[in-house]
């Protein structure tokens, strides 16, 4: 815990939730330094087109054993130990300029997002009829998700990651819910910070995106909200890059989310 809480700077109640529940020795790699450990990555596994592969998470230094290229060598160690039918491993880099240090571990940008923004008063005369939202479980989560994602390219979170996931983003006040317009219906996972909304996952789009926003922020009383969009979405803006991956094809024009970012 003390690489963690060193290098991320969050509270112990939510590091006590996450080695919890997300934490497995037998997929954690850790880099010693006369006996001591300095470094370390998790390895959480997920699925692409069926197959197995990692997601590498929480890569991290204690502050005084930095630049002597530790997390450079469990990276390296951790993709030559894959067992033969996984494919590679993905990461999704917390900042831009770790694209570039990535790139030399031999990474490849292979997964973006795009975004969407906007206020409430924009959002004003957005109507419809028939509308409603209720909270949602994980495991009808994960369907939906599956069903409407679900194609080449597709990162495939298992149940007890999406089960985290939900759980997560409840731990810090956010809500995962079912949404229903009609015939139509779609999921959004969302959280709240300094009365803004952020959708940090949705099925939806279009007028029926739109309406959501509306309302959730009318609930939430927040002004404005930014929004992650699957890079093909009607409403998003030019895709950024958003992900890497490692031993695959970087051409995937897939989707990736629900990242431990």
């Given amino acids: 815990m003390e690489i963690w809480k060193k ?25 010693l330094s006369d006996g001591k450990p300095v470094s370390m990555l998790m390895l ?13 998470y929480g890569v991290a230094t204690l502050p005084e054993y930095r630049r002597q290229g530790f997390s450079s060598a469990l990276i390296s160690y951790a ?47 957005v109507k419809t009829s028939a509308f409603e939202f209720v909270d949602i479980s994980p495991r009808a989560y994960k369907e939906i998700r599956d069903f409407s994602f679900k194609g080449d390219g597709y990162i495939e979170w298992d149940f007890d990651s999406v089960e985290y996931a939900v759980k997560e983003n409840e731990l810090v006040g956010g809500k995962a819910l079912l949404v229903t317009c009609g015939d139509e219906k779609g999921l959004v996972m969302y959280r709240k910070w300094d009365r803004k909304l952020y959708v940090k996952e ?19 009383s927040t002004p404005s909200c930014n929004v ?29 989310n629900l990242a431990k970012d």
Avoid at 97 to 113: H, I, V
Avoid at 115 to 123: G, P
């Fill in 7 to 31: 290098s991320f700077g969050d509270p112990d109640w939510y590091i006590e939730f996450m080695f919890k529940y997300r934490f497995k020795p037998e997929k954690t790699l850790t880099y």
């Fill in 44 to 56: 959480l596994p997920a699925k692409l087109t069926n197959q197995e592969i990692f997601y590498v």
């Fill in 79 to 125: 993709n030559r130990s894959l067992p033969e039918s996984t494919l590679g491993t993905f990461l999704c880099p917390a900042t831009e300029s770790l694209f570039s240090y990535y790139e030399k571990q031999k990474y490849e940008s292979a997964f973006y997002m795009s975004e969407y923004n906007a206020t409430l008063d924009e959002l004003k005369d």
């Fill in 202 to 220: 949705t099925t939806l789009d279009g007028k029926l995106l739109k309406v959501t926003l509306k309302k959730i922020m009318e609930y939430e």
């Fill in 228 to 256: 992650r969009l699957h890079p093909r979405s009607s409403l998003g803006g030019e895709p950024k890059k958003f992900a890497m991956i490692y031993g695959v094809s970087s051409n995937l024009n897939g989707y990736f």
